[in-house]
């Protein structure tokens, strides 16, 4: 099995920065794409940004050069650095990991979410 911990979401002002974290742990072989999704209330999850394993990103439209995506493989982490946010952005923030188990089995987990909050 394999368990994701997320952390850094909370209550910001419009414009204000927050920085997600969220670590990997458990049976892990090798980490492909590492990623971060966003859902608000009453509306469908979408992908903020996604990182792969060889430092490739891709961003949701939303975004517009506000979030970067980042990934420590020694520690199993990623990260998402968001600046000038705004109260559209609130939604809980749920990391994704595609894993590679030692007999070549790939999967897809989900962190449990962290709850990001943008006041005006």
């Known amino acids: 099995q394999v368990q994701l911990v997320e952390s850094g979401g909370g209550l910001v002002q419009t414009g204000g920065s927050l920085r997600l974290s969220c670590v990997a742990s458990g ?15 009453g509306k469908q999850r979408e992908l903020v940004a996604q990182v792969t394993s060889d430092g490739r990103t891709k961003y949701g439209d939303f975004v517009k050069g506000r979030f970067t995506i980042s990934r420590e493989n020694a520690k199993k982490t ?16 749920f990391c994704n990991v595609r894993v590679m188990n030692i007999i070549g089995q790939t999967n897809e987990y ?3 979410g962290t709850q990001v909050t943008v006041s005006s």
């Open 110 to 112: 989900w962190g449990q």
């Open 27 to 41: 049976a892990i072989f090798r980490i492909s794409t590492m990623a971060w999704y966003s859902q608000a209330p």
């Open 78 to 93: 990623v990260y998402l650095q968001m600046n000038s946010l705004e109260p559209e952005d609130t939604a809980i923030f």
